[in-house]
């Protein structure tokens, strides 16, 4: 199983990024995927999408900013978020939903 996380970087307040996972090693189509990120002292369930993309949950704090979808023919899972703000700051995870496989993360970091 392999899990690459893309796309973090440096972003002013209120702009955009959008976080690609690619996955390998396994049916990616038949599992659902979240997105974690952790600070400091802090790791937080951000958002998960289930095996078809028809069923999304979010954060509370990201509701409404960040979407999670993904591409079963490209075995991809994004995160396109929106109107960042310095606390949305942290390296970003993917995971297969209720397992102990993750990438190795990406960093997002949001400052004037």
């Known amino acids: 199983v392999q899990l690459v996380e893309s796309g973090g970087g440096l972003v002013q307040p209120g702009g955009s990024l959008r976080l690609s996972c690619a996955a390998s090693?396994?049916?990616?189509?038949?599992?659902?995927m979240s997105w974690y990120r952790q600070a400091p002292e802090k790791r937080e369930l951000v958002a998960s999408i289930n095996s078809a993309g028809g069923s999304t949950d979010y954060a509370d704090s990201v509701k409404g900013r960040f979407t999670i979808s993904r591409d079963n023919a490209k075995n991809t899972v994004y995160l396109q978020m929106n109107s960042l703000k310095p606390e949305d700051t942290a390296v970003y995870y993917c995971?297969?939903?209720?397992?102990?496989?993750w990438g190795q993360g990406t960093q997002v970091t949001v400052s004037s």
């Open positions: 995971n297969i939903k209720w397992t102990a496989y």
């Open positions: 090693g396994f049916t990616f189509s038949s599992r659902a």
